[in-house]
T-cell receptor
Framework: ELKVEQNPLFLSMQEGKNYTIYCNYSTTSDRLYWYRQDPGKSLESLFVLLSNGAVKQEGRLMASLDTKARLSTLHITAAVHDLSATYFCAVPMEYGNKLVFGAGTILRVKS | GAGVSQTPSNKVTEKGKYVELRCDPISGHTALYWYRQSLGQGPEFLIYFQGTGAADDSGLPNDRFFAVRPEGSVSTLKIQRTERGDSAVYLC????????????????FGPGTRLTVL
């Protein structure tokens, strides 16, 4: 059974600081997705990581995937308040592509 | 272009009632997924359609839950004899086939239907 674990589950940061969110998964997968969710809103796709060693960057966020370690990271550089949200990683099952989500990391960036 | 739409956005019902939740996927997307998100948790898979057929319904919690997609586009999630524990946000997502049809591409989510069972 595929399990996806994120840590930390809650992160309170000062503006301007850097931090990393970790996503571990238990079975082989060659792709991983990161989503952002604002309160009361749906999921917004942030990154699609399709291969081992994939690295993608968008603004102050950078995501990477290590399929051998079954680990993805979401790195936040010089955080700003607008990044406050809940971040989910999700791994597709091998067949059918149904997603298994982590529990989410609630990020609060304080001014 | 239009994204995934879901109706209603909110549904309040009484315990024991029947509800239907509708999802209209992105045009041309052959795969459609239903997930359920309880407060403070990540979405959990319910059922997946490939075209008109349910390819995987392993996430449906019990036989009170049923979903259809008769024409391969719009889908309806049906919940009979609702219980308070069914209260959650029900998310729908759709995706297109990947290159050579081997895998599906990323899933795009709708705004969700917040179901409250009193």
């Amino acid at each position: 059974e595929l399990k996806v674990e994120q840590n930390p589950l809650f992160l309170s940061m000062q503006e301007g600081k850097n931090y990393t969110i970790y996503c571990n998964y238990s079975t082989t997968s060659d792709r991983l997705y990161w989503y952002r969710q604002d309160p009361g809103k749906s999921l917004e796709s942030l990154f699609v990581l399709l291969s081992n060693g994939a690295v993608k960057q968008e603004g102050r966020l950078m995501a990477s995937l290590d399929t051998k370690a079954r680990l993805s990271t979401l790195h936040i550089t010089a955080a700003v308040h607008d990044l406050s949200a809940t971040y989910f990683c999700a791994v597709p099952m091998e067949y059918g592509n149904k997603l298994v989500f982590g529990a989410g990391t609630i990020l609060r960036v304080k001014s | 272009g239009a994204g995934v739409s879901q109706t209603p956005s909110n549904k309040v019902t009484e315990k024991g009632k029947y509800v239907e939740l509708r999802c209209d996927p992105i045009s041309g997307h052959t795969a459609l997924y239903w997930y359920r998100q309880s407060l403070g948790q990540g979405p959990e898979f319910l059922i997946y359609f490939q075209g008109t057929g349910a390819a995987d319904d392993s996430g449906l919690p019990n036989d009170r839950f049923f979903a259809v997609r008769p024409e391969g586009s719009v889908s309806t999630l049906k919940i009979q004899r609702t219980e308070r524990g069914d209260s959650a946000v029900y998310l729908c997502a759709s995706s297109s086939r990947g290159v050579l049809g081997a895998r599906y591409n990323e899933q795009f989510f709708g705004p969700g239907t917040r179901l409250t069972v009193l």
